[in-house]
């Protein structure tokens, strides 16, 4: 499939020639959500913990005579049947993470980026360039239309685009290796480089 490249100024700069085994598979909803629930679980800390009776504050004396009450044989106040005693069975840390294989992971990314381009969400541009001024790519963005919005560069990003586009709200800049499904599916557009094309499509084949 043929796309449109574009300058950051929003005149043309050509067009390309984009892989249908990348941009053109007709997305399924199940092997996104997949890739979207493995990654936020590979994301969360897990460190949530409780306290259980072995490590609940209080007195280790016997609360009351083992005879002759008419109640429970009760030996401790640390049972999880009494107000402020040890939780029984509660969250400990753990982790979230389960396993992906890689050829479902590359798929997965494949039908993130076929995804955007069958909505038409997906930009391709020359070069994210910029001399570190983030009101000029400010503006830029601005008149181009762009809202909330991924850029995906080649192997590395031009460090003085990194920094203008530092503190602009909605927008990410991530280099090729640092593509994934959550980030490309948060954003209403994904804009991707010449480079950062190539890189892709030599990552994923």
């Given at each position: 499939?043929?796309?449109?490249?574009?300058?950051?100024?929003?005149?043309?700069?050509?067009?390309?020639?984009?892989?249908?085994?990348?941009?053109?598979?007709?997305?399924?909803?199940?092997?996104?959500?997949?890739?979207?629930?493995?990654?936020?679980?590979?994301?969360?800390?897990?460190?949530?913990?409780?306290?259980?009776?072995?490590?609940?504050?209080?007195?280790?004396?016997?609360?009351?005579?083992?005879?002759?009450?008419?109640?429970?044989?009760?030996?401790?106040?640390?049972?999880?049947?009494?107000?402020?005693?040890?939780?029984?069975?509660?969250?400990?840390?753990?982790?979230?993470?389960?396993?992906?294989?890689?050829?479902?992971?590359?798929?997965?990314?494949?039908?993130?980026?076929?995804?955007?381009?069958?909505?038409?969400?997906?930009?391709?541009?020359?070069?994210?360039?910029?001399?570190?001024?983030?009101?000029?790519?400010?503006?830029?963005?601005?008149?181009?239309?762009?809202?909330?919005?991924?850029?995906?560069?080649?192997?590395?990003?031009?460090e003085g685009f990194?920094?203008?586009?530092?503190?602009?709200?909605?927008?990410?800049?991530?280099?090729?290796?640092?593509?994934?499904?959550?980030?490309?599916?948060?954003?209403?557009?994904?804009?991707?480089?010449?480079?950062?094309v190539e890189a892709?499509?030599?990552?994923?084949?």
């Open positions: 499939m043929k796309l449109d490249v574009i300058k950051l100024d929003g005149e043309k700069a050509g067009d390309i020639e984009l892989d249908a085994d990348l941009f053109g598979l007709e997305p399924r909803a199940d092997i996104l959500h997949r890739m979207v629930r493995w990654q936020r679980a590979r994301a969360q800390q897990g460190t949530h913990k409780v306290k259980t009776r072995s490590e609940v504050s209080y007195s280790t004396k016997k609360i009351y005579r083992q005879k002759g009450t008419g109640g429970a044989r009760h030996g401790s106040k640390k049972a999880p049947i009494f107000r402020k005693g040890g939780i029984y069975k509660g969250p400990t840390p753990r982790s979230h993470e389960h396993d992906l294989p890689k050829k479902f992971r590359k798929l997965g990314l494949r039908h993130a980026l076929s995804a955007k381009a069958k909505a038409g969400e997906l930009v391709v541009i020359e070069a994210a360039e910029s001399e570190g001024k983030t009101s000029v790519l400010a503006k830029q963005l601005k008149n181009l239309g762009w809202k909330r919005t991924l850029i995906i560069d080649g192997a590395a990003v031009n990194a920094r203008a586009a530092q503190n602009i709200e909605g927008l990410d800049v991530l280099p090729s290796m640092g593509a994934n499904v959550y980030d490309i599916l948060k954003r209403d557009t994904l804009v991707i480089t010449k480079a950062g892709l499509e030599a990552r994923l084949k």
